[in-house]
């Protein structure tokens, strides 16, 4: 079976970092193309950062030098790792990939960052 499934998530105050985790199974696993998104309350769903198979990165502006995604091909797991949180940056997180000519998404992890 197909998924994606995100963790990592949790509060963390203004100013500190987390990482989350994305591990693909099943026939997605080795998929070279992520995507991480993230849906505040009200608003809608917005891509943040993408990692490319040859190992390019595009991220928005808005996390532009705090996010970083990276890739561990081993262990067939994406990562966004967050530097310097704000409270503007509270959402449900999701990982994204393509294969086949069909999206797979995770169900999502919260990230709450306090003033």
């Known amino acids: 079976q197909a998924q994606l499934v995100e963790s990592g998530g949790g509060l963390v105050q203004a100013g500190g970092s987390l990482r989350l985790s994305c591990v693909a199974s099943?026939?997605?696993?080795?998929?070279?193309?992520m995507g991480w998104y993230r849906q505040a309350p009200g608003k809608q769903r917005d891509l943040v950062a993408t990692?490319?198979?040859?190992?390019?990165?595009i991220y928005a502006d808005s996390v532009k030098d705090r996010f970083t995604i990276s890739r561990n091909k081993a262990r067939d797991t994406y990562y966004l790792q967050m530097t310097n949180l704000k409270p503007e940056d509270t959402a449900v997180y999701y990982c994204?990939?393509?294969?086949?000519?069909?999206?797979?998404w995770g169900r999502g992890t919260q990230v709450t960052v306090s003033s």
């Open positions: 994204k990939t393509i294969f086949a000519g069909r999206d797979y």
């Open positions: 990692f490319i198979g040859d190992g390019s990165t």
């Open positions: 099943g026939r997605i696993r080795g998929v070279n193309l």
